[in-house]
């Protein structure tokens, strides 16, 4: 083919003759049938138009493999959050328009707040404890299994609901927690659950589960049933002098405005995590917050999508990273993340006797912002030398 010759516009033009019923005669007649199938085996893959190949994308169950390390201890079972006032920098979030992105989290139910309000195109749930995992993945099943908040919740806490339960959409979250407090837990409706949520973890989401993983997913369920709303965060070794919220108070709790935004609050928030859930984009995964790989390949797996992280809830990790002597490790790690000057911390602060400006009276945990360019600013410049420095030294005013 003479050089610089379009092949789609000669592939066109032999076509056309090609088409001519005497155009092949001819051909066939003088015995050049051969030569012609030489002539076509040159020219076609020139003409054929190139395919890119793109990188095979991992399946949901592929993708944990892929982040995750070798899980940890914590000295205490997280079952549910224990930051009363989690909800108290919601508004802020509104007022600085955090929409989108990647979050990042830790810990349990709380996220799907977080999430809700942010709207994000994928969610990060790590967590040194792989018992996070698993019941990161019984809630995603239950998300999946449940048509609407109601259900959600019946499966949750073992409470089956003796009534059409469509009418429930539209209830508020207390008239939700009323419900749950006035229906009694069914233990054969456990069991049937649990059956569904193994089934769905292994066969939909492909994820394998041990008998280790299924008992330790029972035991979750059976907490949920036995305590129902009056379950607690507790710790391993000591009952502390603090009364930590029960779940009640936490489905109730509000904004600064005095709304209640927990994820359950309406049925358009279940709704997008929902959805979110049943598209694979809420992704629970095991490692150390400074590991070497979870935190860093997470965020190179971010950076794949062509997205930026806009919230990373970090809880109170730091406090226990600088008890540990590995801060310096978790601040490298989030120098990695893919970020812009509007991607922000959300950190729960325990004061241990130092008292914080935004502090609330009544909540013994004060929930944060900061913007993260700024932590690795003053990470750089030497200036964390304390948990206090952490909490102290920047953040946003909420209120």
Same mark, same amino acid.
């Given at each position: ?22 155009f092949i005669?001819?051909?066939l007649?003088?015995?050049r ?7 076509? $085996?040159a ?10 190949? %793109?990188p095979? =994308?991992?399946?949901f169950? @592929? *993708?944990i493999?892929?982040?995750?390390e ?5 000295p ?18 509104d ?17 799907f ?23 990161h993945?019984?809630y995603?099943a ?5 048509r609407?908040?109601a ?5 949750? $806490? ?11 959409? %539209?209830?508020? =979250?207390?008239?939700?927690? @009323? *419900?749950?407090?006035t229906?009694?837990?069914?233990s054969?409706y456990?069991?049937?659950?649990l059956?569904?949520v193994y ?10 589960l041990t008998?280790e993983?299924?008992r330790?997913?029972?035991d ?5 049933f036995e ?13 502390s002098?603090r009364q ?13 405005m ?11 928030s279940?709704?997008?995590l929902?959805q979110l859930?049943?598209?694979d984009?809420i ?11 979870a *935190? ?7 950076r ?11 809880s109170n ?5 600088l ?12 120098k990695?993340l ?7 911390i959300?950190?729960?602060?325990v004061?241990?006797g130092?008292?914080?400006?935004e ?7 004060t ?9 690795v600013?003053l ?20 209120r």
């Amino acid at each position: 083919m003479p050089k610089g010759q379009n092949p789609a516009k000669v592939l066109g033009v032999m076509r056309r003759a090609m088409s001519s019923s005497s155009f092949i005669r001819q051909l066939l007649q003088g015995g050049r049938a051969h030569g012609v199938l030489l002539l076509l $085996l040159a020219i076609l893959p020139a003409c054929t138009p190139r395919v890119a190949i %793109r990188p095979r =994308v991992p399946t949901f169950a @592929q *993708l944990i493999a892929q982040l995750s390390e070798e899980g940890g201890y914590f000295p205490s079972d997280n079952l549910i959050s224990n930051e009363l006032g989690y909800q108290k920098v919601l508004q802020k979030l509104d007022e600085l328009n955090v929409r989108g992105g990647v979050y990042i989290g830790v810990g349990p139910e709380q996220n799907f707040t977080y999430i809700a309000a942010v709207r994000p195109a994928y969610a990060f749930i790590l967590d040194i404890r792989r018992e996070n995992r698993l019941q990161h993945l019984f809630y995603k099943a239950l998300f999946v299994l449940a048509r609407h908040r109601a259900e959600y919740l019946a499966m949750w $806490l073992g409470r089956p609901l003796r009534e059409p339960s469509d009418r429930w959409t %539209r209830a508020s =979250v207390a008239d939700l927690v @009323q *419900l749950m407090e006035t229906t009694p837990p069914d233990s054969d409706y456990v069991r049937m659950t649990l059956e569904r949520v193994y089934a769905t973890i292994e066969r939909r989401f492909g994820v394998p589960l041990t008998p280790e993983d299924r008992r330790s997913i029972a035991d979750i369920a059976r907490r949920f049933f036995e305590d129902g709303l009056d379950i607690r965060y507790e710790s391993h070794f000591r009952r502390s002098w603090r009364q930590f919220p029960t779940l009640r108070q936490l489905l109730l709790e509000t904004d600064l405005m005095g709304r209640p935004r927990n994820f359950l609050a309406t049925e358009e928030s279940f709704q997008f995590l929902k959805q979110l859930q049943e598209q694979d984009r809420i992704i629970p995964v095991t490692g150390d917050f400074a590991g070497p790989k979870a *935190l860093r390949a997470i965020g190179d797996y971010i950076r794949s999508l062509g997205e930026t992280v806009s919230v990373f809830y970090v809880s109170n990790v730091e406090y226990y990273l600088l008890q540990n002597d590995t801060f310096a490790a978790f601040a490298e790690n989030v120098k990695t993340l893919p970020r812009t000057e509007r991607s922000l911390i959300i950190r729960s602060y325990v004061g241990y006797g130092v008292s914080h400006p935004e502090a609330l009276p009544g909540y013994f945990i004060t929930t944060l912002l900061q913007r993260m360019n700024e932590f690795v600013r003053l990470y750089e410049a030497g200036e964390y030398r304390t948990y206090w420095d952490v909490g102290l030294l920047d953040y946003i005013p909420v209120r």
